[in-house]
């Protein structure tokens, strides 16, 4: 029996056994003139079909519901929204936040370099066919202007790192654009996408924020746990060296002090004096370890580090690798990466040779 049949026979038979309760209470006489079997199945055909006429009411006017429709015009809508990213965690966000309501298309290629990519007309197509597009912002996607023209006024093209606070390179006027990461600033673009999205998905607005919320949550453990382990650094441990500026959101969440090598986004690096003013720094802060992003050739900073008794090891600072598999695990890998690197003590010094000279 389907659903709709049986609350049909349901329906019928609690008029039945109301009107039968209420013949009960009425007088002898009329109990007897309709207890007759003949008038009974009348009436029950009667009343059969007073429910029937009474669901086909109700169904017509759950029709649309029923099909899927937002609004009381009767329209089809959309079951989904279709969402395109400019960047893998950004993909991660959206779907953890839309559910089954999006469908998230990877705009950024498997094997990219977030500093060198920009999309081809079949990225623009695949965006140009969404509602949504996200991007970091904060100049991470210098071809935003000319995208957002292309797309025209249909599609919203939402800049997630407009959402968070800047963070200057110490030193500079220039903030920092990868500020993903710190999961504070993960939370607070989630925020943003959650409008976003209810915008979009107004009938499912209840679902979205509780996703959000269990993402939030989800920021402020991994928060909580970087917190602890990075406060195990004594004060003259707890400078970050790395190939770019890349990571002063993190030193800013978790009281670090950051040194880019080559400036925000690899530009630096080939001039004497600035190697000669970064061999001073490092010396001073008595580093072990610098750090280079896993995408990226670390040429220069192994130069570096040799000159200063370091070495250097891999952080996924601009949130794309090959194997990378979400949030959490870019966070953690960097959480423990650094906390090991810069807990790392002197090199001991080499043996002196039996037959060196003494000085
Ligand atoms: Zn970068």
Known sequence: MSVWSAQVTCAVRGVRRGRRVRTCGLVGIREKRESTEKREDEYEREAMLRVLKQMMKIGLAALPGLLGCDCACGQQAPQGVKVASLHPLLSEMARRIGGEEVQVVDLFPRNGDLHEFAPDGEA???AADSRLVLACGKGVEP??????????????LLELGAHVPDVVLPGTRVPDPHWWNCPENMKRASLALADALSALLPTHGADIAARRLTYAQEMDRLTRTAALQLSRLPEQRRTLVTSHAAM??????????PIAAQGVAREGGGDTAHVAQ???ELRESGVRCLFADLREAPQFLENLAAAVGARVDRLCMDGVAPGVTGYEDVFLHNVRTICRGL???APPPETPSPNASMP
């Not at 002063?248 to 002090?257: N, V, Y």
């Open 124 to 126: 623009v197509a695949a």
């Open 143 to 156: 071809y935003l202007d000319s995208l957002r023209e292309a797309l025209g006024p249909q599609v919203l």
């Open 248 to 257: 002063c959101h993190f030193c800013a969440a978790f009281r670090l002090r």
């Open 278 to 280: 970064l061999l001073r």
């Open 343 to 345: 807990q790392e003590d």
